[in-house]
C-alpha cells in the first residue's frame, strides 16, 4: 500500500483530476481512476452505475452499467440473479452516501444487525472475501439514479491498515472517484439493451424537442410510415412501449443530444 510523497503526490492528483474530468469516453474517465487507485494500493475495483432504481432494486440489471477490473460477464451475472440484493454492503450503498470500511460488515456482525439472508450470503461467498477494502456510494441527484464502488486491496494486506491509509487519503480517493463518476453521469451510457441508429436517435430528438410527426416528416424529408418505423425500432432498442418512456429512458441514459462522434461510439 505505498503512496507517493508530497508535493508529487498533489500535482498527480490534480493532473489525473484534470484529465478525468476532460475524458471524451468512459472507458477513458475509468482507465484513468483505476490507475489512480492503484497507486493508492486498491487493485480490484468494481463500479456500477443505474437510471432505473426503484426503491432498494436496480431495476433491469441490462440497463445498467458495470466496469470492473474482474471478468464482467461475472459482476453482470452477480445482479441478474439478485445476489447483490443480499448483499450487507449492497445495503450500505443504497441507504448512505459517502465512504465505508469493509470493516463496517463485520462489526454489524458481532453486533447482531445483519439479517438472514446477509448472513446467508456472506457465508455463500465466504471464500471469495479474503480482501480488505472500501466502498463508496455516490450523491446522485434524482431517486432513480444510483451509482457505487468497491475497492480492494492486495491479499494479505488487513483492514486495520487500509483503514489507516485511508485516514490519510481518503478525500484524495473519494475526490478522484467522484470525479469519475460524474463524469461518467455526463457522457452517454452504452449499455447490453440499447443500440440506437442514428435514424431512431434523431426521431427521438426531434420528439423531445415537441415536434409532430408530420413536422420530423418535414425536417427529415421522411415518410410518416418511415418515421413511425424509426421510432417503433427506436422503443423496442430501448425496451419501453411509449413514446414518452422511449424519450425518458434515451435521456436518462444520454442517448440523444450527444453529438456525431459520441453517437457513432454509443451505435
Known sequence: MGMLVEPERNKVVFHTLRSIAEAC??????????EALKRYGFERVNYGLTRSKVGSNIGDPG?????????????????????YRHMPEYRWVIENT???????????????????????ALEQFAAKRKRAGYSISFPDGNDRCKGAMGMAAPRGVSQDIVDALWQRVGD???ALCNMMHF????????VPNVALTSRQR?????????????????????????????????????????TAQAVAKASFLNQIFIGENHANAAS
Open 183 to 190: 463524469r461518467i453521469c455526463q457522457l452517454p451510457l452504452r
Open 202 to 242: 434523431e426521431v427521438l430528438e426531434w420528439l423531445a424537442d415537441g415536434k409532430s410527426m408530420q413536422d420530423i416528416c418535414i425536417l427529415t424529408g421522411l415518410s410518416l410510415s418511415s418515421v413511425e418505423k424509426h421510432l417503433r425500432k427506436g422503443q423496442d432498442a430501448l425496451g419501453v412501449e411509449t
Open 98 to 120: 459517502g465512504a465505508c470500511s469493509w470493516g463496517w460488515i463485520e462489526a454489524e456482525r458481532e453486533a447482531g444487525q445483519l439479517s438472514d439472508g446477509e448472513l446467508a
Open 63 to 83: 440497463d445498467a452499467l458495470f466496469l470492473s477490473t474482474h471478468a464482467i460477464d461475472a459482476v453482470r451475472a452477480h445482479h441478474e440473479n439478485g445476489t
Open 25 to 34: 469516453e468512459i472507458e477513458e474517465a475509468w482507465t484513468l481512476t483505476v
Open 172 to 174: 484524495e480517493v473519494l
